[in-house]
């Protein structure tokens, strides 16, 4: 084994450098080249568009994943693409205090980037290349989100452009943050700046070299066919062989046994804090020659950029199921609501038909009605409801039909306050028992809204005149209504209101009301008489179909205090299917193109 260069193991390196010249071969963009940065354009839009925003497993995973490939479009592939004959970025990436700053310095010879004992050391990236070359990266085209700047910086969201003739055109190195560093944002800029690179130099030590971190970020560069380089650093001479054999095995158990690996013995630095040239003067031929060589640089950009276009299907298509998961997610926790919703206007229509709002005061409110024989007065007499009117004013005291029109509005109000109170609490329910929908969940949601009762109250009594107009209309050209006016209609109101409550829409007499069963007959006869036995059922039907469809809007308005928390993810019903499209859109655009050679 060769110290200080490539170790045999990996044998020949996939990047062959034949010196053709440091000027860039000219490069006439093909048309596949457009029409492959047209399916991008469209890809960045639709990963824009979807958001993932129910708590699911899913969830937090593919925004990630969708923030990630967002930012290697944005950094790399689109600008990338834009000029395949833009210098080649070597991204030196790596462990904590694996001595990569002191390499990028060696490398070219002078302290471009802060080298030292405390941690983290690099902060901000610093980006050294020729000053030829500076055009390419000072204008911001590859990654746009750091601010250039020719000083030293320990801000995050700045790179640092260094120029110097000490490394060739044609390649730039960029020094980035540690992958495994204490801080976040390094860690996350580390990242981001490995998606960008054109090629991935490792840099890890004979202590270091098996950590987890780094072999999942090398694990990730294979699979999105990232060119890596190797360097191993601080090899204690009597272990060189021991520690580069078992960091071979590794790499090639996880498939990355072609990757060049450079060996650096364990050494003093010297006194400007560099490598000696024994140690570094190898690799930094390598560079030199791949900086010289057009053809090399040209391979190892289509190499890695194809590997990051064809690594995007299978990105594509997790988020896409992932976004699909949300939609069904939310028509899942929406139909729990529909479903106790639904319940409740079963539970209220199915207590207007089985009679039971026909006890207790209502009955006993209807009994009187209809034992004082109010009824048939009203419909047949104005005379005498003015009569009764005028009594109770002097009284204080309120009519039989005024009693029993209140009751009929209490005992409705009731029943629907009820069904809309177990429907709140039911999905409420049916909502904590879900991760997605208990992180929706807020405490007034338990319960109905709080001016239901209001809105319930208004319900019953914009009804109730509803009926009194239903019962006028149909009553226009009836002689004997006609004589009571408006009373009678009242009256008739009253009876068809009662109708409503029963499943016949026949108004209880005989057996069904045991007090003033005689007044009872008569009332219904003279109702019959009036609009006749089908229309008094007909009538009932219709004030039952209007009250359901009223309590059915008022029912939907507090199911949407649920719904509409989960409308994001209905919204984004089409988002999966468009993931697919424009994926399926850049994999045919990138088999067109043909960047390695092979359309495959």
Same mark, same amino acid.
């Given at each position: 084994?060769?110290?200080?260069?490539?170790?045999?193991? /990996?044998?020949?390196?996939?990047?062959?450098?034949?010196?053709?010249?440091?000027?860039?071969?000219?490069?006439?963009? &093909?048309?596949?080249?457009?029409?492959?940065?047209?399916?991008?354009?469209?890809?960045?839009?639709?990963?824009?568009?979807?958001?993932?925003?129910?708590?699911?497993?899913?969830?937090?995973?593919?925004?990630?994943?969708?923030?990630?490939?967002?930012?290697?479009?944005?950094?790399?592939?689109?600008?990338?693409?834009?000029?395949?004959?833009?210098?080649?970025?070597?991204?030196?990436?790596?462990?904590?205090?694996?001595?990569?700053?002191?390499?990028?310095?060696?490398?070219?010879?002078?302290?471009?980037?802060?080298?030292?004992?405390?941690?983290? $050391?690099?902060?901000?990236?610093?980006?050294? $290349?020729?000053?030829?070359?500076?055009?390419?990266?000072?204008?911001?085209?590859?990654?746009?989100?750091?601010?250039?700047?020719?000083?030293?910086?320990?801000? &995050?969201?700045?790179?640092?452009?260094?120029?110097?003739?000490?490394?060739? &055109?044609?390649?730039?190195?960029?020094?980035? &943050?540690?992958?495994?560093?204490?801080?976040?944002?390094?860690?996350?800029?580390?990242?981001?700046?490995?998606?960008?690179?054109?090629?991935?130099?490792?840099?890890?030590? %004979?202590?270091?070299?098996? *950590?987890?971190?780094?072999?999942?970020?090398?694990?990730?560069?294979?699979?999105?066919?990232?060119?890596?380089?190797?360097?191993?650093?601080?090899?204690?001479?009597?272990?060189?062989?021991?520690?580069?054999?078992?960091?071979?095995?590794?790499?090639?158990?996880?498939?990355?046994?072609?990757?060049?690996?450079?060996?650096?013995?364990?050494?003093?630095?010297?006194?400007?804090?560099?490598?000696?040239? %024994?140690?570094?003067?190898?690799?930094?031929?390598?560079?030199?020659?791949?900086?010289?060589?057009?053809?090399?640089?040209?391979?190892?950009?289509?190499?890695?950029?194809?590997?990051?276009?064809?690594?995007?299907?299978?990105?594509?298509?997790?988020?896409?199921?992932?976004?699909?998961?949300?939609?069904? $997610?939310?028509?899942?926790?929406?139909?729990?609501?529909?479903?106790?919703?639904?319940?409740?206007?079963?539970?209220?229509?199915?207590?207007?038909?089985?009679?039971?709002?026909?006890?207790?005061?209502?009955?006993?409110?209807?009994?009187?009605?209809?034992?004082?024989?109010?009824?048939?007065?009203?419909?047949?007499?104005?005379?005498?409801?003015?009569?009764?009117?005028?009594?109770?004013?002097?009284?204080?005291?309120?009519?039989?039909?005024?009693?029993?029109?209140? %009751?009929?509005?209490?005992?409705? #109000?009731?029943?629907?306050?009820?069904?809309?109170?177990?429907?709140?609490?039911?999905?409420?329910?049916?909502?904590?028992?879900?991760?997605?929908?208990?992180?929706?969940?807020?405490?007034?949601?338990?319960?109905?809204?709080?001016?239901?009762?209001?809105?319930?109250?208004?319900?019953?009594? *914009?009804?109730?005149?509803?009926?009194?107009?239903?019962?006028?209309?149909?009553?226009?050209?009836?002689?004997?209504?006609?004589?009571?006016?408006?009373?009678?209609?009242?009256?008739?109101?009253?009876?068809?209101?009662?109708?409503?409550? /029963?499943? /016949?829409?026949?108004?209880?007499?005989?057996?069904?009301?045991?007090?003033?069963?005689?007044?009872?007959?008569?009332?219904?006869?003279?109702?019959?008489?009036?609009?006749?036995?089908?229309?008094?059922?007909?009538?009932?039907?219709?004030?039952?179909?209007?009250?359901?469809?009223?309590?059915?809007?008022?029912?939907? #308005?507090? %199911?949407?205090?649920?719904?509409?928390?989960?409308?994001?993810?209905?919204?984004?019903? /089409?988002?999966?299917?468009?993931?697919?499209?424009?994926?399926?859109?850049?994999?045919?655009?990138?088999?067109?193109?043909?960047?390695?050679?092979?359309?495959?």
């Amino acid at each position: 084994m060769a110290t200080g260069g490539p170790s045999e193991r /990996t044998g020949a390196s996939p990047i062959r450098p034949e010196n053709h010249g440091n000027r860039p071969e000219p490069v006439e963009a &093909p048309p596949a080249v457009g029409r492959l940065a047209t399916a991008l354009s469209r890809l960045r839009a639709a990963l824009g568009a979807v958001s993932y925003p129910l708590v699911l497993p899913s969830a937090e995973e593919a925004r990630r994943v969708g923030s990630a490939l967002v930012a290697q479009l944005d950094d790399y592939l689109l600008p990338r693409l834009a000029r395949l004959d833009a210098p080649l970025l070597v991204v030196v990436g790596g462990s904590t205090g694996a001595g990569k700053s002191t390499l990028v310095n060696s490398l070219v010879q002078a302290p471009v980037s802060n080298a030292g004992v405390l941690r983290p $050391t690099t902060k901000s990236p610093v980006l050294v $290349t020729h000053p030829d070359d500076v055009q390419w990266f000072g204008r911001g085209g590859l990654l746009p989100g750091l601010t250039r700047t020719g000083e030293s910086s320990n801000a &995050p969201d700045v790179l640092q452009v260094v120029a110097t003739p000490a490394i060739g &055109p044609g390649l730039a190195l960029l020094d980035a &943050p540690d992958v495994d560093s204490v801080v976040d944002q390094n860690r996350k800029l580390a990242a981001q700046l490995l998606a960008a690179a054109d090629l991935w130099l490792f840099v890890t030590t %004979a202590a270091r070299y098996a *950590d987890a971190v780094p072999w999942e970020l090398l694990t990730t560069a294979r699979l999105r066919g990232t060119v890596i380089a190797l360097v191993l650093d601080r090899v204690p001479a009597d272990a060189a062989a021991e520690v580069a054999a078992h960091l071979g095995e590794m790499l090639t158990a996880n498939e990355l046994g072609s990757a060049p690996l450079f060996v650096l013995p364990e050494t003093e630095l010297d006194q400007g804090g560099l490598l000696p040239d %024994a140690a570094i003067g190898p690799m930094r031929i390598w560079f030199a020659q791949l900086a010289g060589d057009a053809g090399a640089r040209g391979t190892v950009v289509r190499q890695t950029l194809d590997g990051a276009l064809s690594a995007l299907t299978p990105a594509l298509n997790g988020l896409a199921e992932a976004a699909d998961e949300q939609v069904r $997610t939310a028509h899942s926790l929406d139909e729990r609501v529909e479903s106790a919703y639904r319940n409740a206007h079963h539970i209220l229509e199915e207590g207007l038909r089985d009679g039971r709002l026909l006890r207790g005061e209502v009955l006993a409110r209807w009994q009187e009605y209809v034992g004082t024989g109010d009824l048939v007065r009203n419909l047949e007499s104005r005379v005498g409801h003015l009569r009764d009117r005028l009594l109770a004013a002097l009284s204080g005291r309120t009519t039989p039909a005024q009693n029993l029109r209140v %009751a009929l509005e209490s005992q409705l #109000v009731t029943l629907l306050r009820g069904v809309a109170t177990d429907a709140a609490e039911q999905a409420y329910a049916a909502w904590q028992a879900h991760p997605a929908g208990a992180a929706l969940l807020a405490p007034n949601l338990q319960h109905a809204s709080a001016d239901l009762p209001e809105r319930a109250d208004r319900l019953i009594r *914009d009804w109730q005149h509803w009926v009194l107009d239903l019962v006028r209309t149909e009553a226009s050209d009836k002689r004997a209504v006609a004589r009571g006016a408006a009373y009678a209609v009242n009256g008739a109101g009253l009876a068809v209101m009662i109708a409503v409550f /029963t499943a /016949t829409a026949f108004i209880p007499t005989g057996l069904e009301v045991a007090a003033g069963a005689g007044s009872a007959v008569a009332a219904q006869k003279v109702l019959e008489a009036v609009f006749g036995d089908q229309a008094i059922r007909t009538l009932a039907g219709r004030a039952r179909t209007e009250l359901l469809d009223r309590v059915e809007k008022l029912l939907a #308005v507090e %199911a949407a205090r649920f719904t509409e928390r989960t409308s994001t993810a209905r919204l984004e019903t /089409t988002h999966g299917t468009l993931l697919r499209q424009t994926a399926a859109e850049v994999e045919n655009a990138r088999k067109e193109l043909a960047l390695t050679g092979s359309g495959s």
